[in-house]
């Protein structure tokens, strides 16, 4: 039992505390937006949770993908990798997962692991804009400065023709009856608007 307490506290670490930090205004505690628990171990137990975030991002884990990117690209607890932080930020980019987009677009930007790309940099980060990072817009925008005309018409083409396929999805998801979309909420009867209507009857 006791060679089990490290990986049952590690688990324990692991585990979104989200229902926890929401039912308390303690500022004190660790958000679980976080899904690997870099921060939250000590160096022994590191491996093991990069082991176990690993099988999270294996499995499809968009924010455990992202966090094994921005792991290897920061290169704090571990070696920096630029080859490793590219393949699990462009598998958490493609989920749409904004910080690894914009973590992305910087890389393509600043030329870090691969040749410098104005136009993927561009791209990338107009992609992490739409998908709610706030920085994003201002990178691009910077990244647009350095542009030529053509590298521009490249970028926008490319844009134009990834929203028509995705309005295009979208559209043959609605005809299917495939899309979900969430049904927005019933007016609930103001206390008001009845009192008015009894006294118009």
């Known amino acids: 039992m006791l060679r089990q307490l490290p990986r049952l506290i590690l688990l324990s670490l692991l585990l979104p505390a989200t229902q926890t930090f929401a039912e308390t205004d303690n500022t004190l505690l660790i958000s679980a937006e976080d899904r690997c628990a870099f921060e939250r171990v000590d160096e022994e137990s590191l491996q093991l949770a990069i082991d176990t975030c690993v099988s999270a991002a294996e499995s499809g884990d968009m924010k455990a993908q992202y966090e094994l990117g921005q792991l290897y690209y920061s290169g704090e607890r571990v070696t920096q990798d630029y080859s490793m932080a590219l393949q699990w930020l462009e598998q958490a980019s493609i989920q749409g997962e904004p910080r690894a987009q914009y973590r992305l677009g910087m890389m393509h930007f600043q030329g870090e692991g691969v040749q410098r790309n104005l136009p993927q940099a561009y791209i990338i980060l107009k992609m992490a804009s739409i998908n709610g990072h706030d920085a994003a817009m201002d990178s691009a925008d910077l990244v647009a400065l350095q542009m030529n005309q053509q590298e521009m018409n490249a970028a ?17 998801e609605q005809l299917n009856g495939t899309l979900k979309m969430e049904e927005p909420p019933l007016p609930q009867p103001d206390s008001n608007a009845q009192e008015i209507e009894e006294l118009l009857e």
């Open 156 to 172: 926008t083409h490319v844009l134009g023709t990834l929203f028509r396929d995705y309005l295009a999805q979208i559209r043959e």
